[in-house]
């Protein structure tokens, strides 16, 4: 058995940027592929990677910004014709994500809504979002079949809304279990992420080890604590003083900073954590030419006593195994 990570992409934030691929990680155990996030050309990145598409199991979404789910739809339905075995359509892909949030954020004097997209349902979740995706792609689901083989299109996916405790200011949080069997156990914590609640925190656990994906984040204890002695942290990374030498006015800077965990910090989150490598992903700003990765790797490590490593698109680690 081995397990295998690959960053798919790692751009930060909705805007496409020459260079770098949307944020999503895949997990390869055993042979089965699970992902991380789908943003900007991840199907793309997917093949690319040399993953098969018939061995995706799973995505798990972080959060619902479309920096983290653009590329959803095509995941599920680029590859719909070869999600067919001897014995018929494979079983469906599980998209796991947030819930509907209770109470649907509002904003405040500066940021706010002026129009409501969708009133009657303003906040889908997860499984909102596959059942979404499935509506609006309705024709292709339900058309092209009548012109080309195609598995049944019911088997496509299922969607699933991680339902965490209700929770209580200032005590720890225990880590929900997503998913378990013999092979590996995904847990998940929520995060800070400004106004996208909830956002979560994933942590593979497998016989060759953990690794964890912060998801979006300000420094937070309980993402430290699911990220306890873990093989490796994949954790998002933010320059703010970049963006305010760049024309980031003071209040959107503000907010970055109570929405992603800066460089300056994230060395002390991997230390705290005594993870054994830090890679950094879902960098913010995203374009590669603005800083090296030299720098990234440099500036984040401060402060960490183990390995860090400036992700980029096609990196690849393998865990190690434990011998007994
Ligand atoms: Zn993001």
Redesign the pocket.
């Known amino acids: 058995m081995t397990t295998e990570l690959v960053l798919l992409g790692t751009a930060?934030?909705?805007l496409p940027v020459a260079g770098r691929g949307g944020?999503s990680s895949a997990l390869i155990v055993d042979e089965r592929v699970f992902v991380i996030d789908c943003?900007r050309g991840s199907p793309s990145a997917f093949a690319a990677a040399g993953l098969d598409f018939s061995r995706l199991e799973a995505v798990f979404l972080?959060?619902l910004?479309a920096?983290?789910v653009g590329d959803l739809p095509g995941m599920l339905l680029y590859p719909w014709g070869v999600r067919e075995g001897a014995n018929g359509p494979l079983a469906p892909i599980r998209v796991y994500g947030p819930s509907r949030p209770e109470p649907v954020p509002s904003g405040d004097a500066i940021f706010h809504r002026e129009t409501t997209i969708h009133p009657e349902r303003p906040a889908p979740g997860a499984a909102d979002l596959v059942e979404s995706i499935l509506a609006g792609y309705a024709y292709h689901l339900n058309v092209m079949p009548l012109d080309a083989h195609m598995p049944d299109a019911g088997a496509l996916v299922r969607g699933i809304d991680i339902r965490l405790p209700v929770r209580t200011e200032a005590v720890a949080q225990v880590p929900v279990v997503v998913f378990e069997d013999s092979v590996v156990r995904i847990t998940a914590v929520a995060v800070t992420?400004g106004r996208a609640v909830p956002a979560l925190a994933y942590r593979f656990d497998t016989a060759d080890g953990s690794i964890v994906f912060s998801?979006?984040t300000t420094v937070n204890d309980d993402l430290i604590a699911l990220a306890r002695e873990a093989d490796i942290l994949v954790h998002?990374v933010a320059d703010l003083g970049y963006l305010e030498r760049h024309g980031t006015d003071s209040a959107e800077l503000a907010r970055m900073a109570a929405l992603?965990t800066d460089v300056t910090e994230v060395g002390g989150v991997a230390e705290r954590a005594r993870a054994r490598e830090l890679i950094l992903s879902?960098y913010?700003p995203a374009d590669p030419e603005a800083i090296t990765e030299a720098d990234w790797a440099k500036r984040a490590g401060q402060g960490f006593g183990g390995k860090t490593t400036a992700g980029r698109d096609g990196l690849r680690r393998t865990l190690p195994r434990v011998t007994s």
């Open positions: 930060g934030a909705p944020i943003g972080t959060h910004h920096d983290h992420h998801g979006d998002q992603h879902h913010l």
